[in-house]
């Protein structure tokens, strides 16, 4: 019974909303009709597991993400579709399309990723990458760690204010 | 009862000194530049064509054929401010009054991608074809960190069907991309990159072997910069030096400017140091007059001007390093003046805040300023470096003088200047040696043949 508890505990713990630091804004590009002042939020909980913590079959950590747009026009035809990717976009996963209430759910197990709401012509869960106007984009929290050595030339970057709408 | 206050006299030399700053004209009271948005340029400036091209800060270095038949200008397209494309533009200049946009290329999915983009961009000839390079920087975040710069062919232009890619430098060691390049046809006959990246030195890049398809043997050489800890170079000029018979590197980075031996690409020889000099703690552009004995460099700060130095002792043994300039240029004293074209006696300057720039060193003591025009009337940047507006890149076509400006805000400009129709440093009475490759030139034979 003991046992039961916990795990029902735990459970609730993961599954509830999460913290500020564990959500990323999502920053409009301007680029869809209705869209310029865009606005979105990504919450990146851990996703439940009676274990306590989730992995996936490479031993990385498995995070349920939710996908919430604010002030965007619906788009006169089409769907806006929610994506994950890899920063080298070389692996790209489809959360799914957002909904009524402009949300869209899904989970995703890398370290490192973008979240991209795109301007899709149809729901088509088959796709397997975006085709059309990326509208919204954001970087995980754990994207804007990077190495010194990485910096661009010259460029006098603000390690602080890195990620997208800087 | 008290006594009135006496009445106040001004002393004789306040009265002296009221009427001396009376008299003087406005423009030295205040320390006022003559441009105004009124009156944007001197009067033997004439604006020939504009082409706005978009977003506030997304406008970065420029290149211009120097070929009449080949009339085309490459725009770099960076995001320094929050919006913009990141890529570069060519644009048709076969009517300098009304430069036509033919072509953008654009990095794929440019909203992933993280910092500015483009940077600066060349042009060269191989085996008849004509490419362009464009340096990019991407940042950590998003893909293509470890991309330095595009190659495309641009030979068919005007047609922009015909524009293709034909490669992609990466340097997976050294992410964070190109920020300069400079495109030198060697005396050995090659068509050498010389650019700048996360290294303690100079990358350079066969071309020729890039786009004939040897792209992982192609990084033949880097100009080091001396020292321990070196950041290396932020820009570079690389022209034939006749004295010596030497293909020779200016360049602009860590501790001041160096100036090499690149007659073999593979084993630089350093020849003349510029440090210890005041204000200089790393150098910017560099460029030598056609001879090769006066130098204009840049530094990246507000208040800098350009220092000229004389490098004649260091040219005749005398010495090794020169700390002192003879002399230097700004256009106002508050901002700060960047990128320059040398076409003795004429120093052609992308001065920032305030537009083109054109100084005279026929006197290299006494530079003086012979023609501007403010290609941008705005403030100083309040949410970037406050300097960095306005004009970016200059470049001058020799065959008929034309001078284009790009401009970080407001796009490409074309201009005229009264009295300059063209540039050949024989004129002059000088070597005809500047940034303009002549790409099918047979390669300079050295003096014992």
Partial sequence: ?166 | MTAPPPAWRPAPIVLALAAFITLLPAGVRSQEVPWTPMNRGSDNIDVLGHLPLGHRLSVADMDVEQEMDRPYAYVARMVYGTDGPKGTDIISIADPEKPELLYEWRIEDQDLHQRTGGMDVKHFKWNGRYYLVQSLQFGQGGPDTDLGAVILDVTGLPDPSTVREVARIREPEMPGGFHNIFIYKHGDGRVYLFTTANAPGALIYDLGMIVDGDLDDARVGMVPVPGEGSRGYHDFYVGYHPDTDEDRFYGGGTGGYYIYDVSDVANPELRITLTGVSGVSYGHTFTPSPDGRYVIAETEYQYAPLRIFDLQPALQGEVSNIRSPISAFTADWRHLVHNHEVRWPYVFVSGYLDGLQIFNLQDPLNPVTVGYYDTYIGPPNTDRYSQFNGAFGVDVRNEDGLILISDMSTGLWTFRMDGFQGWDGEDWGYPNISSAQDWDAPPRRPISQ
């Avoid at chain 1, 804004?25 to 009676?50: C, I, M, Q, R």
């Avoid at chain 1, 919430?68 to 890899?86: F, I, S």
């Avoid at chain 1, 990723?113 to 106007?133: C, F, K, L, M, N």
């Fill in chain 1, 1 to 166: 019974m003991t046992l039961l508890l916990a795990l029902g505990a735990a459970w609730t713990f993961c599954s509830a909303p999460a913290a500020d630091y564990y959500s990323f804004d999502l920053v409009t590009t301007k680029n869809l009709p209705g869209s310029g002042y865009a606005s979105g939020t990504v919450e990146v909980t851990f996703a439940p597991s009676p274990f306590g913590v989730s992995l996936a079959g490479d031993g990385s950590y498995s995070y349920d993400l939710r996908v919430r747009v604010e002030r965007v026009k619906p788009p006169r035809d089409g769907v806006l579709v929610a994506w994950v990717a890899t920063r080298e976009l070389d692996r790209v996963a489809r959360l799914g399309v957002l909904g009524e209430d402009f949300t869209a759910e899904g989970r995703v197990a890398w370290n490192k990723y973008i979240v991209v709401v795109s301007h899709e012509a149809e729901d088509d869960p088959a796709q397997e990458r975006w085709t059309g106007t990326i509208a919204l984009r954001g970087m995980s929290r754990s994207g804007m760690m990077h190495t010194m050595a990485g910096h661009g030339a010259f460029q006098q970057e603000n390690c602080a204010a890195y990620g997208y709408g800087n």
